[in-house]
């Protein structure tokens, strides 16, 4: 092989040359000259993929929430109106049912508690962890492995081992709560607990991943900053959380939008552990209640309609993340 | 960043400071509440079922030794095989192509929207990165509108069946297969596209000026550069789709090309209650392709998570 280099002096040489031939091929040439164009057997077959079953899909979801889709059969798409989102709003009985159809407030409410608890909780928990390992401690390759290991894990998997953990007489939680002399508590079916028990299964599950996203960062800050606080004679409570802790705001930004993305995904999770579609009225999330709507009773359209709202609600966090990143050149 | 201070005067436990002592206590304790529920499910995995008490479920079966913790015994792996085994074989079916053909379709588009550097581009690939973050409800009943009532692949795969290893049913797994290809695409696109911007320009303007072609670059000097990451992706994208539930639910629905964590939903329960052994042996054998991924790849997981 030819060093490149060789070949980019050769060129350069003849800079007169190639620059001529470069204005042609932009100023005169035929589209077909474009890099965009030339690239394009490249770039464009995975755009059109994503194109037809991200976006398409996603106009033609909002579209069916505008019909009155429900069981078998085909949709109309010759009446539409909003009808399904008074319903998600207000609740009644909608044209295409005779049953009540309860408004979605109660299982919004979830999400956004399930959504804040558990980022929030992750991040704290991943924080901890990422400056306790990064104490320059023995052994952090294993340690790291440990806490990210959960999140190799299928959230089918991991409902499976927590439905055991929280059992009433066999688990492993009401084990300890009666070593301690409380208890046995029912955890799973308990419509107080329920949601708590879900987010705490997640935060075990994800924490590890705040904690490596934590962990890049802090080895991103400069040691001399470390050094700066030390010397002032900040104590290192301080210095953390004077110093070091502000700088980690990119870190902090980028693992909350993944954590909250991946709580709107706990549908896995829920299914896996009620064993079904019907996690009961305190754990239903917006995710379940739209699958549900629409597999479980055959209510398509209404539940194309709050997935529209679930949709709305990933696009409030998500949108203004891709902008900021854009701006800053970081995409 | 080392705090540790190891000041004179400090008090020592074997040379050791107190406050590094604690440190350790502390990760260990960490690392015990990330192991346990693992550890109690593989351990309650191995007791026969039939001597199953569930008094000591965080204890290897050591009946007769130590009375209550259970027999030894491989049935519920044996139960876990059976039940799982179809769902096994249609996640492998899916898990490969998927994995391959999104990591394949992503360092191509990746490359052409960045190695090779145009205007516009950058709007282009904001509609790939949007993607990761799309909550799959909001696809979901067009999805099974567009597999089950526009493309007739069913009725393609009927004349199919009768080569050898081929059956109907298989036309769910190709649905499945496409699909995770395109939802796949987004994160496998951002991180070649990392890869791809740290790689030197050089190259590619010396090969430009040298009147390569684009494919010529994409393979002679990208594709050769891409190994590493490859790898990470691969690592992701198989942990991904393996472990996925909801795709499965709404486009295969049930029948003979169930998925593996379809099947291990309901499995271990019956009418006479929870069989526990049971369904921890099927949950760690369905955990377990990714599990041993995770544990000889780690780093590359890592990376591609924090990515």
Known sequence: ?331 | MSTETGRAGERTLFGHSWRRIVLYLVLIGMGAFYLIPIETGLMTSIISPETYSGNFPYLPPLEPLVPGTGELSIEPWRGAIDGLGQGLVNSVILVVPATILSGLLGSMAAFGLTTISWRGQIGIYILFVAGIFIPYQAVLVPLTQFWYNVVPLRAAFEPLAALPLVETYHWKLLALIITHTAYGLPICTLLFRAHYKKLSDEMVEAAQLDGASVATIYRRIILPLSIPMFAVVFIYQFTQIWNDLLFALTIVQFGDAAVVTQDLVGIGVSQSGTNFPLRMAAALLAALPTLLVYIFFGDKFAKGVAA
């Open chain 1, 1 to 331: 092989m030819r060093n490149p280099l060789t070949i980019l002096r050769q060129r350069l040489e003849d800079h007169r040359e190639v620059r001529a031939d470069g204005g042609t091929a932009t100023e005169a040439g035929s589209i077909l000259d474009r890099d965009s164009v030339r690239s394009a057997p490249f770039w464009l077959p995975p755009f059109l993929l994503i194109g037809l079953f991200i976006y398409g899909a996603i106009i033609w979801n909002i579209v069916l929430s505008l019909t009155d889709f429900q069981g078998l059969g085909s949709p109309d798409y010759s009446a539409l109106d909003f009808e399904n989102y008074v319903i998600a709003f207000v609740g009644g009985t909608p044209s295409w049912s005779e049953l009540t159809v309860s408004p979605v407030w109660n299982a919004a409410w979830n999400t956004v508690v399930l959504m804040v608890s558990f980022s929030v909780v992750c991040l704290a928990v991943g924080l901890v962890m990422a400056i306790l390992v990064d104490q320059e401690i023995r052994f952090e390759n294993t340690f790291r492995t440990i806490y990210l290991l959960p999140m190799s894990l299928s959230f089918v998997v991991t409902a499976k081992f927590w439905l055991y953990m929280y059992n009433v007489e066999t688990g492993l939680v009401n084990i300890i709560l009666g070593a301690v002399g409380v208890g046995p508590i029912e955890i799973v079916q308990n419509p107080d607990l329920k949601l708590a028990a879900v987010a705490f299964a997640l935060i075990w599950q994800f924490s590890g991943y705040a904690m490596i996203v934590y962990l890049a960062g802090l080895r991103a800050i400069p040691t001399s900053h470390f050094e700066a606080a030390r010397v002032d004679g900040a104590s290192t409570i301080r210095m953390y959380w004077r110093v070091i802790i502000p700088q980690l705001r990119t870190a902090t930004v980028s693992a909350l939008v993944v954590l909250t993305v991946f709580s709107l995904k706990a549908f896995d999770f829920l299914f896996s552990m009620y064993g079904g579609y019907q996690p009961g009225p305190s754990a239903d999330i917006l995710a379940t209640r739209m699958v549900r709507e629409a597999y479980a009773n055959g209510n398509w359209a209404y539940g194309s309609a709050i997935a529209v709202l679930l949709f709305i609600m990933a696009l409030a966090i998500v949108a203004p993340y891709i902008y900021t990143q854009y701006q800053r050149g970081e995409l």
